[in-house]
């Protein structure tokens, strides 16, 4: 069999083909969204709500109403619980995040087992884009269309409220809500990747092409793009994979995944070379050196 | 300093203005007037208040007592004529962003809510990088600034805003002093065309040499007037709670 083929017999199969397009939304909007999670530093939060989904999904279950709505009050719901640990109690955020998220997946698992088959929830932690329906695929490609145009249109307001979000308040940007739209966004993209990659797989594909991507370029732009390449690479392939060798589909997405950032730093480090090195560490350096003569800390900026 | 017609309301007026984070009080009963055009250095130690007192002015913080802006009650910064200019260390200087991405960031309060930068926000950013003497940076990545360089950058992002008002916390921090005076010159020049600037400043050699009026925070106004008075021995001293003989050495 010829590579062509081997690509392409696989899809001529109508359950192939409904997860070939399920794979492309998610494998669209969990790195574009990525991107954004990785440049706020909300990738633990995003882990977390991967895993306190999985509550909502199975309360959506029980009540027969659709996963996306159980998912995103879910979502919600946690998010509410660490502000107030960490506002009202004082906790670390990570802190914060590691109980809640621990303990509505916790929730999740135990509904799941009450509820009935165990090979449900497994399909739910580890996805399996073999057995969508077309009316699954029709709504993981509009929210995957709402996310990817909404992450493209409010580009620059995420990137103004990344840089100096102090200074964005003061030109009426509304911070905190743009804060929340980023985290409906990581659950709807969750719920999204839910049949392909599993909630516990989600967070793989939102982070890794992401991560990958901004170290090959130089813009937000670039990044989305480039990372959703990537993750549409790992999609079709983690579905090869699973089609050709019979591995697990969303883990290979994954791993798949996991191997384009290890192929990328590869390429960064080769290409930076040791000249690069040298004189970041000099610019570091320098860095600390204006710190220090500013008498700036952390502690003593808030004042 | 810019002379004021007795019509004309103070570009700042404070009354009565408290700043507390839970048990700790950052600002304490603080009332001033800053008139249009002036210029005027806060100073004091660590903890004194200065950046609460700018972030008070912006909208940032919550308050107890009246910030008015020309004689109007603070709204969002932006609309009432002020431009904010936070500590440098505090914005994320490793994103991929370039020059004019972040200063076209200013034009933000001119446009529609969710809309996105147009050409004509992209020239007036470069216009404002222009005064600056800065438009050879237009492209670089912000990464690859040095202090004095991104000051500017932010200066920009500032004046781009068109403001009457410019609140900077700790301009000169961590900027090489080489470059030092050539930003203050570029502070004194914006004031020339009517701009009012309020700095918070820790470095005292440089409120006394540039800024015609300087008020001593310690959670409350200690001292307010010019430099050879506020600036003497007596009033380091009392400032920075040091014996008289070292504050007039270091004076």
Redesign the interface.
């Known amino acids: 069999m010829d590579l062509a083929a081997w690509i392409l017999e696989p899809f001529s199969l109508s359950f192939m083909q409904r997860a070939l397009v399920s794979g492309v939304a998610v494998g669209i909007s969990a790195p574009v969204i990525g991107v954004w999670a990785v440049?706020k530093r909300l990738v633990y939060l995003t882990d977390g709500m991967s895993h306190a989904i999985l509550a909502g999904v199975v309360a959506a279950a029980a009540l027969g109403i659709a996963f996306t709505i159980g998912g995103v009050v879910v979502a919600l719901l946690m998010a509410a619980l660490v502000v107030f640990l960490v506002l009202r109690l004082g906790l670390p955020e990570d802190s914060a995040i590691g109980v809640v998220s621990q303990g509505l997946f916790a929730a999740g698992v135990v509904g799941a087992t009450l509820l009935g088959d165990p090979r449900a929830l497994a399909h739910i932690l580890f996805g399996n884009p073999l057995t969508v329906t077309w009316p699954e695929v029709a709504a993981q490609g509009l929210l995957a269309i709402i996310v990817v145009a909404g992450c493209a249109?409010?580009a620059?307001?995420f990137?103004?409220a990344?840089?100096?979000p102090?200074?964005?308040?003061?030109?009426?940007?509304r911070v905190g809500a743009l804060d929340a739209l980023l985290v409906i966004s990581l659950a709807l993209v969750v719920v999204i990747g839910l049949s392909t990659v599993g909630v516990l797989m989600c967070i793989t594909l939102i982070t890794a092409p992401a991560v990958a991507a901004?170290l090959l370029?130089?813009?937000?732009t670039t990044?989305m793009l480039t990372a959703s390449i990537l993750g549409v690479l790992a999609s079709i392939a983690g579905l090869l994979a699973a089609y050709h060798i019979s591995w697990p589909v969303g883990p290979t997405i994954a791993l798949i995944a996991i191997a384009e950032v290890a192929l990328t730093s590869l390429i960064v480090l080769i290409r930076r070379g040791p000249a690069w090195r040298a004189q970041k560490a000099v610019t570091q350096e320098?860095?600390r050196e204006?710190?220090a003569?500013?008498?700036?800390s952390p502690r003593?900026?808030?004042? | 300093m810019h002379v004021k017609p007795s019509d004309v309301p103070p570009a700042v007026q404070l009354r009565d203005l408290s700043v507390r984070f839970g048990e700790v009080v950052a600002l304490d009963h603080v009332s001033l007037d800053v008139l249009r055009g002036e210029v005027v250095a806060f100073v004091g130690p660590n903890g004194a208040g200065k950046s609460s007192l700018l972030r008070a002015m912006t909208g940032l913080v919550p308050t107890t007592g009246d910030v008015l802006i020309n004689g109007r009650a603070l709204r969002v910064a932006r609309a009432s004529g002020v431009a904010y200019v936070a500590q440098r260390s505090l914005a994320r200087w490793d994103l991929p962003l370039t020059v004019e991405d972040v200063v076209v960031c200013g034009r933000q309060g001119h446009r529609a809510t969710l809309s996105r930068p147009s050409s004509r926000d992209r020239a007036a950013a470069r216009d404002c990088l222009a005064l600056l003497g800065v438009q050879g940076l237009t492209h670089r990545r912000i990464g690859e600034l040095s202090g004095g360089q991104a000051q500017r950058v932010l200066l920009a992002r500032a004046l781009v805003q068109d403001p009457d008002i410019i609140v900077l916390d700790e301009p000169f921090a961590g900027v090489d002093p080489g470059a030092v005076h050539g930003l203050a010159d570029v502070l004194m020049k914006l004031n020339d065309e009517g701009v009012t600037v309020l700095c918070a400043l820790h470095e005292i050699d440089i409120a006394a040499k540039h800024f015609a009026r300087i008020v001593a925070l310690q959670r409350r106004v200690l001292a307010d007037g010019p430099p050879s008075q506020v600036l003497n021995g007596d009033g380091i001293a009392a400032l920075y709670s040091l014996p008289v003989d070292h504050a007039q050495s270091d004076a």
Request: no cysteine; proline share 3%.
């Open positions: 440049t249109w409010l620059p307001a990137a103004m990344a840089f100096d102090a200074h964005a308040r003061t030109i009426g940007v901004r370029t130089g813009s937000f990044a320098r860095r204006g710190v003569h500013s008498g700036h003593n900026s808030s004042e």
